[in-house]
């Protein structure tokens, strides 16, 4: 069992920016595909962005293209998502994902993640 742990999340201001973090400790995140998704009110949990941690493929939703980057440290084991021009349709609860499984293809569909963190909340306000 891997325990993902988020951190980062808060209020700001539509246009501002927040780091989220992810990390798992005592477990190493390298061969594992990676990804944040979020949830808001009545909505279903839709994929922001994923990155596989041996390959450093990409994916990013259409919605935060441009504006969010995904990106990990090796060294702290721990994965980033960068997320600028932040809008108040960002809003939402950020989970940290974690896909074991070993294909080259990064899952866009949460139920195809196997680990999730607690979730952190992210309110913009307009």
């Known amino acids: 069992q891997v325990q993902l742990v988020e951190s980062g999340g808060g209020l700001v201001q539509a246009g501002g920016s927040l780091r989220l973090s992810c990390t798992a400790p005592?477990?190493?995140?390298?061969?594992?595909?990676l990804a944040w998704f979020r949830q808001a009110p009545g909505k279903e949990r839709e994929l922001v962005a994923a990155?596989?941690?041996?390959?450093?493929?990409?994916d990013f939703s259409d919605s935060v293209k441009g504006r969010f980057t995904i990106s990990k440290d090796n060294a702290k084991n721990t994965m980033y998502l960068q997320m600028n021009s932040l809008k108040p349709e960002d809003t939402g609860v950020y989970y940290c994902?974690?896909?074991?499984?070993?294909?080259?293809?990064?899952?866009?569909?949460?139920?195809?993640?196997?680990?999730w963190g607690q979730g952190t909340q992210v309110t913009v306000s307009s």
């Open positions: 994902a974690a896909d074991r499984t070993i294909t080259s293809r990064l899952a866009r569909v949460h139920r195809d993640y196997d680990y």
């Open positions: 005592g477990h190493t995140l390298y061969m594992y595909k």
């Open positions: 990155i596989s941690w041996s390959t450093d493929i990409l």
